[in-house]
């Protein structure tokens, strides 16, 4: 099993999960060109892609899925509440499946665990994805930690966690006073420090890849995020990754 960002950050978002010739990419929020060739970087074929599991309807995580679908005839799994608010702009889509946010299923090698977040969106999730062996959550876009979100992603092996802001620096930024009460609201996004309390609760005894995501370009910097996480973890912060805008990162393999 191993895993690389397209990207990550407002402006798209892309998470590829792979086991053996299974591979499913956590949201399409690139055009066509430009997800393919982010793909490229990662030596991957657009056609090889196993399913697109989508985590909500907001654009830079959905954006490019229809087209990619279209285009490639790549299966799309989505919540029945995502599904209700994009069904037009889906309709014509080879293959949707729609699940509810508790439910686990299984595409092809790939152990897909979904769980509900607080975001607001209609019935948003995030995954745990798993090979049988090893674990790799991926928790972005909530504003609030939650016991479930906690317990689903306590034990895993790898995780990619938001961390979105510096509070101060969105405070204090240039952001309209909606715009900034909406990213710190509980249906926002996870600041540096609420992010490193949730790391702080949850069981990370196995982890052995952590990557901060989502980071905003405004309202954050790298060296922030790391330092918030690696304070709990007692680590480097250098050990730490950042999933960034223009590259994301690359391949991480379990060994």
């Known amino acids: 099993m191993r895993f690389a960002s397209l990207g990550s950050g407002s402006e798209g978002n892309g998470l590829l999960v792979e086991v053996g010739d299974t591979r499913v990419l956590i949201d399409c929020g690139f055009g066509i060109r430009d997800a393919i060739e982010r793909l490229e970087r990662l030596d991957v074929l657009p056609e090889t892609i196993s399913a697109i599991l989508v985590t909500h309807e907001h654009s830079d995580h959905i954006g490019g899925v229809a087209a990619f679908a279209t285009r490639f005839g790549t299966p799309v799994w989505l919540t029945f509440g995502t599904l209700s608010v994009v069904s037009e702009r889906f309709a014509e889509l080879p293959c949707v499946r729609s699940f509810d946010s508790h439910d686990c299923f299984a595409i092809d090698a790939i152990e897909v665990h979904p769980f509900p977040v607080p975001h607001d969106a209609r019935e948003p999730v995030q995954f745990v994805c798993s090979d049988g062996c090893w674990r790799l959550g991926v928790l972005t876009d909530l504003g609030i930690s939650t016991s ?108």
């Open 148 to 255: 479930h979100v906690e317990a689903s992603l306590s034990g895993c092996d790898a995780l990619v966690l938001e961390c979105n802001h510096d509070l101060e620096m969105l405070t204090n930024g240039d952001y309209p006073e909606s715009v900034k009460r909406r990213i710190a609201s509980k249906f926002g996004h996870l600041d540096n420090r609420t992010a490193a309390g949730l790391l702080a609760r949850i069981d990370v005894s196995r982890l052995k890849h952590l990557i901060a995501a989502h980071l905003s370009r405004q309202n954050n910097r790298p060296e922030l995020a790391r330092a918030a996480l690696a304070a709990v973890l007692h680590c480097d912060a250098d050990w730490i990754g950042v999933a960034d805008q223009e590259n994301g990162f690359g391949w991480r393999e379990f060994v």
